[in-house]
């Protein structure tokens, strides 16, 4: 029985290791902050204001937080969808966003419809420009306040209806005075392609209200860090149960589609004649290979389903592949 005990804490912990962003208060949160100079893609619909992060005042009040700020689409890391943290600072996003696998999306005001583009074709949805001058919080109970208003709000009757989309507003819900139907901040748990995660709009960031030039760096690191410290036990118990329960099952599947993208990979690099693209490929099938390898020094995989090891090398391995796909399409 100890021996048991002391697998299924095992597991726990690589679990957690594998599928939630790990924060504490020794290792930095990874934020994205994307603020493109460019506009017009992924079906944005809005302004181009590119809303700036305080860096000196992110690092004074939240330390912990590792801020990188990308101006345009050239520069996003190639493990843009791992970082703990994600800002579509009122700009579109051109990655596909079903893929985040960190742990909470953050929408400033018009960035709200990129989300809805890569999650259903159509960057409109439940949501339009309803903010006006004042702003009531109810979780938390800050009270009212005073904001620039006309910033992009989301219909409560209208996002309850939504299957990918799960309201949390018991942890995060702020409406307009004038229109309670419609949320200016709330948090949304959402379903993606390969995790759910967690999402937070922010409607009036008040980015150049001039009582609170910093209002939208302060509500991104308060809620940010917020969401993962009071969230992250619950995923982790959810991912632990999965693996303890499946591992057999989700090594047999990652081994799969290790085939199954290789093949799909070589096919599309045949056809591809632009060289930074073939170059970027390339290495992304070699650091997959490389994973497939480390599976493999464990024994044939078929053999070895219920390996924690094997699984986690080819889960890397399918992650390279997917992002070498990405890059031929």
């Given at each position: 029985?100890?021996?048991?005990?002391?697998?299924?804490?095992?597991?726990?912990?690589?679990?957690?290791?594998?599928?939630?962003?790990?924060?504490?208060?020794?290792?930095?949160?990874?934020?994205?902050?994307?603020?493109?100079?460019?506009?017009?893609?992924?079906?944005f619909?809005?302004?181009?204001?590119?809303?700036?992060?305080?860096?000196?005042?992110m690092?004074?009040?939240y330390?912990?937080i590792?801020?990188?700020?990308?101006?345009?689409?050239?520069?996003?890391?190639?493990d843009?969808y791992?970082?703990?943290?994600?800002?579509?600072?009122?700009?579109?996003?051109?990655?596909?966003?079903?893929?985040?696998?960190?742990?909470?999306?953050?929408?400033?005001?018009?960035?709200?419809?990129?989300?809805?583009?890569?999650f259903?074709?159509?960057?409109?949805?439940?949501?339009?420009?309803?903010?006006?001058s004042?702003?009531k919080?109810?979780v938390?109970?800050y009270?009212?306040?005073s904001?620039?208003?006309?910033?992009?709000?989301?219909?409560?009757?209208?996002?309850?209806?939504?299957?990918?989309?799960?309201?949390?507003?018991?942890?995060?819900?702020?409406?307009?005075?004038?229109?309670?139907?419609?949320?200016?901040?709330?948090?949304?748990?959402?379903?993606?392609?390969?995790?759910?995660?967690?999402?937070?709009h922010?409607?009036?960031?008040?980015?150049?209200?001039?009582?609170?030039?910093?209002?939208?760096?302060?509500?991104?690191?308060?809620?940010?860090?917020?969401?993962?410290?009071?969230?992250?036990p619950?995923?982790?118990?959810?991912s632990?149960?999965?693996?303890?329960?499946?591992?057999p099952?989700?090594?047999?599947?990652?081994?799969?589609?290790?085939?199954?993208?290789?093949?799909?990979?070589?096919?599309?690099?045949?056809?591809?004649?632009?060289?930074?693209?073939?170059?970027?490929?390339?290495?992304?099938?070699?650091?997959?290979?490389?994973?497939?390898?480390?599976?493999?020094?464990?024994?044939p995989?078929?053999?070895?389903?219920?390996?924690i090891?094997?699984?986690?090398?080819?889960?890397?391995?399918?992650?390279?592949l997917?992002e070498?796909?990405?890059?031929?399409?």
């Amino acid at each position: 029985m100890r021996r048991i005990l002391a697998l299924a804490l095992i597991l726990f912990v690589v679990s957690s290791l594998i599928f939630v962003p790990h924060v504490s208060a020794g290792k930095p949160i990874r934020m994205l902050w994307y603020r493109a100079e460019e506009s017009g893609n992924a079906g944005f619909i809005g302004g181009d204001s590119r809303v700036i992060v305080n860096l000196n005042l992110m690092k004074q009040k939240y330390p912990n937080i590792q801020v990188d700020v990308v101006n345009n689409s050239a520069d996003i890391p190639s493990d843009w969808y791992s970082y703990d943290i994600l800002v579509i600072a009122d700009t579109d996003f051109p990655r596909n966003l079903t893929e985040f696998r960190g742990g909470v999306l953050i929408t400033l005001d018009s960035g709200i419809s990129t989300l809805f583009y890569w999650f259903t074709g159509d960057p409109h949805g439940p949501w339009s420009y309803c903010t006006g001058s004042e702003t009531k919080w109810i979780v938390p109970d800050y009270g009212t306040e005073s904001v620039s208003g006309w910033d992009a709000g989301i219909y409560k009757s209208g996002i309850e209806g939504i299957s990918w989309v799960k309201p949390r507003l018991d942890v995060l819900y702020a409406v307009d005075t004038s229109n309670p139907d419609c949320i200016s901040v709330g948090l949304f748990e959402v379903k993606g392609k390969n995790r759910d995660f967690y999402w937070v709009h922010l409607g009036p960031y008040d980015a150049y209200h001039p009582d609170s030039p910093d209002r939208q760096t302060l509500l991104v690191g308060e809620f940010g860090t917020k969401v993962l410290s009071m969230l992250q036990p619950q995923q982790q118990a959810s991912s632990a149960k999965t693996t303890l329960l499946n591992l057999p099952g989700l090594t047999f599947l990652y081994y799969h589609q290790y085939g199954i993208l290789m093949k799909q990979v070589n096919e599309s690099l045949q056809r591809t004649n632009d060289n930074s693209t073939i170059e970027k490929v390339r290495s992304e099938i070699s650091a997959a290979q490389d994973e497939y390898k480390k599976a493999l020094a464990y024994g044939p995989i078929l053999r070895n389903l219920s390996n924690i090891h094997v699984f986690i090398h080819l889960r890397k391995a399918v992650i390279y592949l997917r992002e070498a796909l990405s890059f031929l399409s």
